[in-house]
């Protein structure tokens, strides 16, 4: 299916080696945008780091979503928040 990577610390992806039995693997960033309370949020992103996802330090800090901004749903924007997190997938 697919693999995400994180950068070296020079910021530079070491891709496997490719073959030409292998499919090429390319990477793409995937932008990741969660909306809902701080409560909500937290959980949220908890639970990506225990299936090992991402780091919780990977995510932006929370950002307040102005009212008219808010979601469709999300109590009218009443203590909306959005989070941010930017992951580099390998595809094939």
């Given at each position: 299916m697919f693999e995400y990577?994180?950068?070296?610390?020079?910021?530079?992806?070491?891709?496997?080696?490719?073959?030409?039995?292998?499919?090429?693997?390319r990477p793409e960033r995937v932008r990741h945008m969660l909306y809902g309370s701080l409560a909500g949020i937290d959980r949220t992103i908890k639970i990506l780091h225990t299936y090992g996802y991402a780091d919780p330090n990977d995510w932006s800090d929370?950002?307040?979503?102005?009212p008219s901004r808010a979601e469709t749903g999300l109590s009218s924007g009443v203590g909306t928040w959005m989070v941010i997190?930017?992951?580099?997938?390998?595809?094939?």
């Open positions: 990577l994180d950068p070296d610390a020079s910021g530079a992806f070491n891709l496997p080696p490719s073959s030409p039995s292998t499919p090429q693997i929370p950002i307040p979503v102005p997190l930017t992951k580099t997938l390998l595809l094939e």
